[in-house]
């Protein structure tokens, strides 16, 4: 597991069993989010959509996640950064689209919540909200229910370094220790919350060092590394589907943009700092990786990138076409009909 | 028909909801081998076990967060509060996440969940063991409210809202747990989430109450219809939201004077909108003002037992308020 972030520029590829096609399904899905990604953040700074909220830099770690689930079967709970995620769990560029156009259609919310709460019943994506880390002892209790059941379906929550500090998430994770839940617990530490430090969320140097005081296993893993942090992943799914509890997977990151499209955040670290971390991308370090093992090359690049770029174009056409709301649509009833099962 | 406390109707509630759904299951602080620092799950966990019947770790946010997310996903979870006093750790979960989710996932998402938390005064309890907590929730569109002031509708309630596909608060009059008594028919039946029940026909004032006070208003209903010949027109609202708008109105026709008594603070309590509702929609029908009848504004009920009579409307108190008010 590389943890050493100065010299971890390779892939750590140790124990992994993924076959070639999906390896380069992985770098596709990390592609498509990131260029998805950039052309919201073009529209932002034209001026036709309001909000963005940016998972660039996270996508190593969240696809690695995603494919360390049964994807469909098992829950994940998701926190905003998780663009690549929940693409990887199978929303699509249009659906993300039309939220962040705020359109009519928009499957999530039907656009009442801003972009990036992700939720979709079908593909098994719990509601998120934006108070951050209430997502926690929800999936605790998610984790609870299918331990009840004695289904083998495992729990995957998310969130940032900086919701660690929150009550919630302490609730939550004591609940996974209690009762040795099948949940996933993974932090992506991007060592910022909006502009506050990691050191000055918590006293320990790592997030999953609070792991032992939860009962459960802790895990850190390199986030820009794909590989590790699937690797990292399965292993806690698996702990947690056979019966073995919970794990706090802590994955090492960073945000090379702004916390949001209303942050500046020159106000806070300096372009130094952002630039060593751009080096160490985990789009780029997978795309090393491939080539060496022959499995990209320009010509394969370019292609990848034209399919991503015909997608996202399409996908910003249609929704850009797509009606707004109707207005009333602010009524939708608060309450489910007592037929609902 | 056997007569049974509030607390045992509840009781009975949760056995028979457990045993008729096994996607039902009930967890809280002490409410497993203990059976509920009130009792009300008593034996329950001997019969369900301690998969159904889930001592909680002391932590309220957990205790609704867990539900939901269990609801969410199929289960039908009890959440006991161990006093209405202590939900505002959860008031997060409750109003921002429970409350929301069904709306702000356009339908997709349902969340099929019980919060139960004993409320009020009385019974020498103090600041931290007597509050009314009611008008904080109801005032967040999304959750529905029950206040049960009898045992043959706390059990019907209660099993309506295991039943509801949305999140439903019940707060149980706790002074009534054991004192209020009365008749529940054996075997199967609910009571729909909703309607407010009228208790008393009568023609000079009508008055509105849930829960506890609802009991003190029929007796005081009782003492004025004997000593001052007053006819009063009792409205038990059972359901706080929604609120049965079309018995509050008709029943304020009849007489054109209303009293709204609650036990909690005057300022922004439940009987404000009641009497915005009356004036709204009956102001033609107006024949007096409209009184509340309430707790002080104070941020609690005090511990000695003579602030405590003092907090808290009861009988004489009420019966007063309704002599003024027919008299004016
Ligand atoms: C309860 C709550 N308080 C404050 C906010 C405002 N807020 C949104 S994101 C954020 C920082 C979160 O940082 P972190 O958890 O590290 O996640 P990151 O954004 O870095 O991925 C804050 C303060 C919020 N959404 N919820
Ligand atoms: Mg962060």
Redesign the interface.
Known sequence: MATDLQTAHQIDDTGIDLDDQTLLEMYWQMVRARRLDERVWILHRQGKIAFHISGIGHEGVQVGAAYAMRRGHD?A?LYYRDLAFSLSLGLTPLDFMLAVFGKAGE????S??MPS?W???KLGM??S?S?VA?Q???????????K??GDDRV?IVTLGEGSTSE??FY??L??AG?HQLPLVCLVQNNIYAISVPVHLQMAVPNVADRAPMFGIAGAIVDGNDVLASYCVMREAVERARSGQGATLVEAKTYRPVPHSSDDDDRTYRSRDEVEEWKKRDAILRFQVYLRERGLLDDDAIAEIEERVRQEVDEAHAAAEAAPYPPPEDTL???????D?? | MPEITLIEALRQAMDEEMERDERVFITGEDVGRRGGVFRATQGLYDKYGPDRVIDSPLAELSIVAIGIGAAMVGMRPICEIQFADYIFPAFNQIVNEAALIYYRTGGDWNVPMVIRAPYGGGIGGGLYHSQSVEAFFAHRPGLKIVVPSNPYDAKGLLKSAVRDPNPVMVFEPKKGYRLIKGEVPPGEYTVPIGPAAVTREGTDVTVYAYGMMHYYVLQAAEMVAQRDGISCQVVDLRTLVPLDTKTVLESFKKTGKALIVYEDNRFLGYGAEIAALLSDEAFEYMDGPIRRLTGPDRPGVPFAHTMQDFYMPNPDTIADAIRDLAAY
């Not at chain 1, 926690?136 to 299918?146: E, I």
């Not at chain 1, 939708?332 to 007592?338: I, N, S, T, Y």
């Open positions: 829950y709970s499957p999530t919310s039907g009442r919540q709460h939720s979709s019943r719990l509601s909200s108070p209430t926690v002892p929800q999936a605790a209790g998610a984790a609870l229910a299918c009840l059941r729990v009550g919630d609730e939550g004591n609940w209690v939708f009833p608060v309450f489910a009909p007592d609902r099962v």
